[in-house]
């Protein structure tokens, strides 16, 4: 009975973790399509961290507010940077300048990069001949991406958009890493990235607001419950619920599905078709990453 409750469980876990790839491909796509729809960069920031920061703060307060939840305010500023205000705008910029699927590849890839280098430089991870071949791969399809945007004379902005992801794909690539290395849960470092990116709130309320006409109260409530609840609080438990069920070598197999979802659903619904060098791009970052990420899990954090 209890190998069958096992067997479930485990099958849970991987629908969990593949409904996060959804969460975070389709984000793109959602994203994109608002900001060529209406809705502007600062108002998507705003209901992010309005709807998550709301939602956690319970979260934050009962962790303590006098040491920013327990981690420092130091720690606290340093993780919002890298997954909160700061990179949350870089991607939504991008987003009003390139495709979703450029955005969906670009990420993720130099997040997987970031992601090897780091664990190899703080974890003492060993750095085997199909990770390194990964690397390169993906390296090289981060490439023809750029290549491509060089020339794309319909789209002079694309290139800017692209080097925002890779922006984002830098700064989110750390924040793991940072996790893994002050051991901290996903709930509270989320808890602590939201609530303080609220700060951002008051500014949008004096220079960005335009009123609550600005779209119809239903499409501003459901990008509120994608930007805030589903990117920020219900794709992170889901991963951090799985990789406790399936470890980190299992889950660490799924990122590839971030640039697939992304770049598939960014055809019919925003008419984004790749041109032939760009689907090269992303056809190497999808290989690579998933060369990278079929791997053992990484040695566990040694505990202080």
């Known amino acids: 009975m209890a ?14 973790m593949s409904a996060a790839m959804v969460i975070y491909g389709a984000n793109f796509v959602v994203t994109r399509h608002a900001v060529l729809n209406g809705l ?44 909160g205000f700061p990179m949350s705008y870089l991607m939504l910029t991008g987003l009003t300048m390139a ?5 969906a590849s670009i990420g993720p890839g130099t997040v997987t990069l970031i992601g090897i280098i780091g664990t190899v430089l703080l974890f003492g991870a060993r750095l085997t001949r199909p990770l390194l071949a990964g ?6 399809g ?6 491509a945007g060089t020339k794309a004379t319909n789209s002079p902005n694309l290139i800017w958009g692209d080097l925002c992801f890779l922006a984002v794909g830098l700064l989110w690539g750390f924040y793991p890493l940072l996790l893994a290395l002050w051991r901290l849960d996903g709930l509270k470092a989320t808890a602590i990235v939201s ?16 009123g609550f006409d600005v779209a119809p109260w239903y499409v501003i409530a459901f990008h509120g419950i994608n930007q805030g ?22 889950t660490g197999r799924f ?7 992304g770049t598939l659903l960014g055809m019919p619904i925003l008419g984004e078709w790749p041109s032939l060098f760009q689907l090269l791009g992303i056809a190497m970052i999808v290989f690579g990453l998933m060369l990278a990420a079929w791997r053992q899990a990484p040695k566990a954090v040694p505990s202080s």
């Open 142 to 147: 981060l490439a023809a991406l750029a290549f």
């Open 40 to 83: 502007t960069s600062h108002d998507l920031l705003a209901l992010r961290f309005a709807t998550a920061g709301l939602l956690l703060i319970p979260v934050f307060g009962w962790r303590g507010w006098r040491d920013c939840a327990g981690v420092g305010w130091g720690r606290g500023l340093l993780l919002t940077v890298m997954s």
């Open 3 to 16: 190998f069958l409750f096992d067997v479930s469980k485990r099958h849970l876990a991987f629908a969990g």
């Open 255 to 261: 990122p590839p599905m971030i640039p697939v979802i």
């Open 135 to 140: 690397v390169i791969i993906v390296i090289a």
């Open 195 to 210: 609530v303080l990116s609220m700060a951002y709130l008051p500014f949008y309320a004096v220079f960005f607001f335009r």
């Open 99 to 103: 495709p979703a699927a450029h955005g």
């Open 229 to 250: 609840i589903l990117n920020v609080v219900v794709g992170l438990l889901l991963w951090a619920w799985a990789s406790k069920v399936l470890g980190i070598g299992v």
